[in-house]
């Protein structure tokens, strides 16, 4: 079966489908790419679906290069026989592969191996055949004191080993038994003696037990690490009762001395050497499982964070909170360049407090400022409240989360952008720009520094930057980037760039101005026709010559709209002004072998809304106020929060308490919640209710459960839909139902 069936019939696509995605991605198209503008070829795959085809399509590939490289091994060991290379060309996964080869693969001196050596070998295969009763008789004959066997039980012994190594080397075997251990399996954590104290994060794993089929990626990760962390034992426990009937249905035929020794050899193999490979490689498909689940999540929360919706283009001062060392406060224009900056002291004496508030109230009417952006940090809310006490006319006063603000200012990138200044100034600026434009600050920071993973330095890093990249990539595709304002970080994530062509395109534009078309981009040094096909569609310019240059109409369909406009009697300007023209537009007249319905419609939708942000429109919130810490919080309360992080198991919310607090699974709302996503998204305003708090543990347990009307409880008590258990029978069909059963005892039924 060829990879573009097996992948079409794995993901329920059609083999066209597949194989032109195949083809598109071995071209170099990139996903965005091939989702936007090549819908008709693909049959209007979405970017989920082509990231599976490619992931699958890596994983085959993969796949065959180890085939090839068994295939060739077993050929120079003179081991390839036409069965076995009939098995290892069938095989469909990694684990049957090395299943296969691992009788022949070469390794370091085993007791099997020895036993080998020693001449052993044609004893073993005797004593497996199980037809010789007097088995001990015939093993004398190997016995051999200048091999080492000196007796009887040495050479028994010695055939032993070889059995033992047989068996757990036997493909059947392996795969019954892995798959036993997948289904049978139970991870066992407990605190080790004396740690109790200092693994009281993992309290909930002293004595834990649980089966490894459905251990949620979280916990499964959560015991590891505290395994890691020398905190907790992890064991992996499996019923000797559900594997060993397996191996005695394989190789016990019968009851003699022979039969005894291979049940010895049996039970010798499975504990010293199938059991501990089966432990490590489960444990290893365990943990990928986990792995994947858990960039799953990381990444969709990235996906959220970086879609958040901005304030968009505004002057506004940002401030990186601090008590001791003062709050860094800078001053932006529009395009967050740097306008000024200081330190003021609100939190430092009466004199200083009345110092800062003055100094505000100056650079907010100097620099005619629209919005205040305050880091949540260390002294975050008590900043805010300050500054809302100032009570300035129509400025919005917003909250924004730091989380990688530091790394940022640390980076060459801030370096290279601001020279001049400090880390703490440079920190302030990606405050006030992170409210202005999330995804175009954000792309900046490594995705996991920005406060929205869990386990994330615990998980497969390769396959986490993978997801990373590709999340990061979608969400600046689908935004579009500003070519004349761009930066090089954001650039290089737009289709066909990468971080070379993204510095070409910055260099250009420094050096000839801003660029005037789209067209123009193709003077850029080293920007060739492909990297121009794959990016043009993702650049927009502002008051461009040609108004198309400000959609995502790519201009390889600008002759197609020009050509509407004609048949109308207009010009391109006309159609995205005039609704009433675009509705005379019937787009069947453009059907052609290369343009379908689903680029037709994305046209004219580019049409209405040229350029058109998806993201959601901003909405000002605040904490509560009064509300700073966790000991300010009471059972009962109910307060403003932000969605900081989602999780399998509930979302973390931000109430302005630098604490999180949990809103677990069964608390997301009054019905019965499988993903928290179905409810909730990253930098989501939602409102919360205490329901517990864990000072000790530095703990918020949280609800967004809303308090039923008296109406709506009657209504959930008689709607049979609503209660979700078997109501209970009424005591005259409880008398009626034992009234039968005496009767039917009594007569028969």
Known sequence: ????????????????????????????????????????????????????????????????????????????????????????????????????????????????????????????????????????????????????????????AGARDIIAEIIAEDAAIRAQTRQVFMEKGVFASRVIPGKEEAALKYKDYHEWAEPLKTAPSHRVLAMRRGEKEEMLYLDMEV??????????????????????????????????????????????????????????????????????????????????????????????????????????????????????????????????????????????????????????????????????????????????????????????????????????????????????????????????????????????????????????????????????????????????GAFRNRESLKNVPRLGEKAFEQAAGFLRIRNAENPLDASAVHPERYALVEQMASDLGCDVADLLRDEKLRKQIDIKRYLSDSVGIPTLRDILAELAKPGRDPREQFEQFSFAEGINSISDLRIGMRLPGIVTNITNFGAFVDIGVHQDGLVHLSQLANRYVKDPNEVVKVQQKVMVSVTEIDQKR????????TEESPAAKKQHRHDPSKNRKPSRPSNAESDLTSKLAALKSKFGS
């Open 239 to 512: 019923p000797e009762s559900e594997v060993l009937p397996l191996l005695d249905n394989a190789y016990i035929k019968g009851s003699g001395e022979a039969s005894t020794q291979v049940r010895i050899a049996m039970l010798d193999g499975y504990k010293r050497l199938l059991k501990p490979a089966m432990e490590t490689e489960v444990r290893m498909l365990t943990r990928q499982r986990a792995d994947e689940e858990a960039i799953r999540v990381f990444a969709e929360n990235v996906r959220q964070l970086l879609l958040a919706a901005p304030l968009g283009q505004k002057r506004l001062l940002a401030v990186d909170p601090g008590f001791r060392t003062g709050c860094k406060t800078v001053c932006l224009d529009e395009q967050g360049a740097l306008l000024e900056n200081t330190t003021i002291f609100p939190h430092n004496g009466a004199g200083k407090a009345e110092e800062a508030a003055k100094t505000l109230r100056f650079l907010v009417e100097k620099h005619q400022l629209q919005a205040i952006a305050i880091g949540n940090g260390t002294a975050g809310r008590e900043t805010e409240e300050f500054v809302r006490k100032l009570a300035l006319p129509e400025i919005a006063i917003v909250m924004v989360n730091e989380s990688g603000a530091s790394i940022y200012s640390a980076s060459e990138v801030a370096r290279a952008e601001f020279p001049d200044y400090d880390v703490t100034v440079r920190g302030a600026i990606s405050i006030g720009r992170r409210l202005m434009d999330p995804l175009a600050e954000l792309v900046k920071i490594d995705p996991k520094s920005i406060g929205v993973g869990q386990y994330q330095h615990d998980v497969d890093q390769a396959k986490l930057q993978t997801a990373l990249d590709d999340t990061v990539i979608s969400c600046v595709n689908a935004v579009g980037v500003e070519l004349n304002t761009a930066s090089k970080q954001i650039l290089s994530y737009i289709s066909g760039l990468g971080p070379s062509l993204a510095q070409q395109i910055v260099s250009f534009r420094n050096t000839h």
């Open 698 to 705: 530095n703990r918020i347990s949280l609800s967004m459960k």
């Open 1 to 156: 079966m060829t990879h573009d069936i097996r992948i079409a019939q794995e993901l329920a696509l059609s083999t066209r489908q597949v194989s032109t995605a195949i083809a598109l991605l071995d071209e170099g198209a990139t996903i965005p790419f091939i989702s936007r503008y090549r819908k008709e070829m693909t049959g209007s795959l979405d970017e989920v679906q082509l990231a599976q085809i490619r992931d699958r399509l890596y994983q085959l590939r993969e796949l065959d290069k180890r085939r090839e490289a068994i295939l060739r091994s077993l050929a120079e060991l003179g081991k390839l026989s036409a069965e076995l290379e009939a098995q290892v060309t069938a095989a469909e996964t990694m684990a049957i592969l090395e299943d296969l080869y691992l009788p022949y693969k070469p390794k370091r001196k085993t007791r099997a191996s020895m036993a080998r050596e020693k001449g052993l070998e044609p004893l073993a295969q005797l004593v497996l055949l199980q037809g010789n009763d007097d088995i001990r008789n015939a093993a004398q004959a190997f016995v051999d004191v200048d091999k080492g066997l000196h007796d009887l039980e040495d050479a028994l």
